[in-house]
Every structure is written in C-alpha cells, then in structure tokens.
C-alpha cells in the first residue's frame, strides 16, 4: 500500500476535501501512477455543480500527467518510471457500435476521468493502461498537462470545423481561455487567421489573445471584422451561437467545443440557411491523442500556466470560474 491524499467533491456543491488515501497494486489491464501536475479544466466546474453525469464523491482531475510505478496484469509495452499522460476517456466498452466503428469517443459505455473514474486531483492515481497516452518529451510535466483535455478536445474541434471547408482562411474563436489559446496557435501555424471573441471587456484576454498573434480580439457582443469560414464555442454560452451563425460565410460550420453548454435561444432560419452547420465536440479518441501530440511538437505548442498546489485547488477553481485566469491552472501535488 501507498500512503496519499486527494482531493474529493462528496455531492454538487460542495468544495474539494482533502483526504488520505491508500493506493493498492493495479489490477487487471491498469497502471499505478504517482500524479506529477494535473491540468485544471472547466469540465471540474461542470463536475462540481453537478452540470454533467457523475458519481459522488469523485475525484476530479482529467489532465493528468503521471509516472508509472507500477503495472497490473495484463499490461504490456510500459515500465516503471514511464511518463504518461491520462486524459478524459478513461475507457470505452470496445462493444458497441461506435467503438466498431472507431468512434469510441461516442462509446454507449464509457469510462471519464474525474467524472466516473476518480482522477488527477490527488497524489496518485489508477488509470486503464489503454487509454494513457505516451507524451513527447519536449513537454515538461505542467506544460503538458493543459494539453490533455484543452489541447486535445480543441483540435478534434478545430478539425471539425475545417472539414470540408477546403483552404479555410479565417476561423473565430469565441472564448480565449485554456483552449482557444493552445488550438489559436495550432491554426496560426496553419496559416489562418485567428479573431478571438471574449467576454465584452474582457481587456485581459483580448491582449493575451493578440499577443499570441490572433488577427484580431474583441467582445463576442460585436461580430468580429470579417466573415469567417468556421467558428468555435469554447464559452459555454448558448447565447453565442446565433452570434457565431451570423458571423460565419455560407457553408461555415459553428462547433461547440463544451460538454456542458446554457440553452441556446432561437433564431431565425435565415441565419442557418446557406448550408451552414451546428456541430458540437463528444469527447476525444486515442487517434486524436496521437495526431494532436505530434502536431503540437511540430509547431510548437507553447502552454501558459499558472501553478497552484494541490491543497489550493478550491483557489484555482475559484480563479477559474471567476475569469481571473490567462492560459491554465495546474495542479502539482
């Protein structure tokens, strides 16, 4: 046994407690991992106030970077003292219809970190050695972790958003927080033009946007100055989307990158009319993990992060909800 701690909401509503923890061998198919930094995603605000399926108490946590300790029965290819990376999709059923078809981020049982599967706000953490992802070495520990969750479910959004869309100059991105800033200069490198569209006033994240080199940054009340092919939701405001629907050009596609999203108020036809789409992101695949590493240390991808302690983890989520954040919190126990 290991002696640890973690970070649990006993019900919606409730703050993190700390608690001790006991860390057993892995069993059948699983890894042991001490956590080394653990990315703090809007998806934990969502967790805590009850706004997607989980089970309580949980450990939230899905932007896990971790160093193998031990492997349960079963597990081949990894050694003690590998470092990997643990993201949303803790497992799928392989079974079902999607998962035959390869889209197991559409599993009909699926397994989420920090939601169903305790997670990464903790000292350690058992995780279904299938779904770790190998993590390239040009990333330490706390710059990868935003990429887990905020880089991986922004670039499955950014390729939905250019499919079919041919040479896609202009995207809009409505939101500039953990993901728009990782997947905006993922389509800067691409050769694209990037408008960031923030909270109005939003100053803060309007220069974080154009100091990464976006085209252009304003409030998401005002369309943004040219027509654009695609557009991404990374706000989890359904009020957005008609704005997003009017700003894109004829066969544009608006994509809600969230698990969790307010209603979204009617409008007009005409504003969906000329072959324009709704789409929204379910999850990610361990395909997307792969494409997404690679291109990510291509580019490169660089995080901004601020560090937090494990035991200041209600601070983050605070910092989090309240907007007080430029790039990501992370977690380093």
Known sequence: MIQGHAMVFERPGAPLRRVAREYGAPGPGELLLQVLACGVCRT??????????????????????????????????????????????????????????????????????????????????LADARFCLPLPPEFGDVAAAPLLCAGLIGYRALAMALEGQGEAESIALYGFGAAAHIIAQVALWQGRRVHALTRPGDAASQGFALALG???????????????????????????????????????????????????????????????AILSVANLTRADGAAFFEMARRVPVRTTTRVYALDDANAALDDLRAGRLEGAAVLVP
């Open 214 to 276: 976006c085209t252009s940054a304003g409030g998401s009340d005002l369309p943004p100055p040219e027509e654009v092919d695609a557009a991404i939701l990374f706000a989890a405001d359904g009020a957005l989307v008609p704005l997003a629907l009017r700003a894109v050009r004829k066969g544009g596609r608006v994509v809600c990158a969230g698990i969790h999203m307010s209603d979204i108020p009617g409008f007009p036809y005409a504003d969906l009319w000329g072959e324009r």
């Open 44 to 125: 934990d605000l969502h967790v805590a106030d009850g706004e997607v399926a989980a089970r309580y108490p949980i450990v939230p946590g899905h932007e896990i970077v971790g160093r193998v300790l031990a492997a349960g029965p079963g597990v081949t290819g990894v050694a003690p003292g590998d470092r990997l990376g643990v993201p949303w999709l803790g497992g799928s059923c392989g079974q079902c219809r999607y998962c035959r078809m390869g889209r197991e981020n559409l599993c009909d049982l699926p397994v989420f970190t920090g939601a169903t599967r305790d997670g990464g706000y903790a000292s350690h953490v």
